[in-house]
């Protein structure tokens, strides 16, 4: 079993930046699959940004490209999100979410795991709230 636990939200200016962090907690992750999913109200939880293993790639939803960036560092069991010049349609509860289960992959490489049901883990949720 493993606990996430985020922090870091707040309410910021458009333009602004802020890093979440995900502590986790209950076995080490360093070889699980990690992601930063965001929910506005009504609205279904989407992909934001995904590092699927370790030294692997990282993903990202087209909106936040060159904005955002994952990271992770696997002696703190942390995972990071770092966001740059936010926007007010980054406003969203932002959850980190974490799974064992190995990527599927084939001769042309592994894929990453950019929905909900890919994640066995989830936090709890920050808010980020971006005035404009």
Avoid: H
Avoid at 117 to 129: L, N
């Amino acid at each position: 079993q493993v606990q996430l636990v985020e922090s870091g939200g707040g309410l910021v200016q458009a333009g602004d930046s802020l890093r979440l962090s995900c502590a986790a907690s209950g076995r080490t992750f360093s070889s699980y699959a990690v992601a930063w999913f965001r929910q506005t109200p009504g609205k279904e939880r989407e992909f934001v940004a995904a590092n699927n293993w370790s030294g692997g790639n990282t993903y990202y939803v087209e909106s936040v490209k060159g904005r955002f960036t994952i990271s992770r560092d696997n002696a703190k069991n942390t995972v990071y999100l770092q966001m740059n010049s936010l926007k007010s349609e980054d406003t969203a509860v932002y959850y980190c979410a974490a799974d064992p289960s190995p990527p599927k992959c084939s001769g042309s490489g592994c894929y990453p795991k950019l929905e909900t049901y890919e994640y066995a883990y989830w936090g709890q949720g920050t808010q980020v709230t971006v005035s404009s």
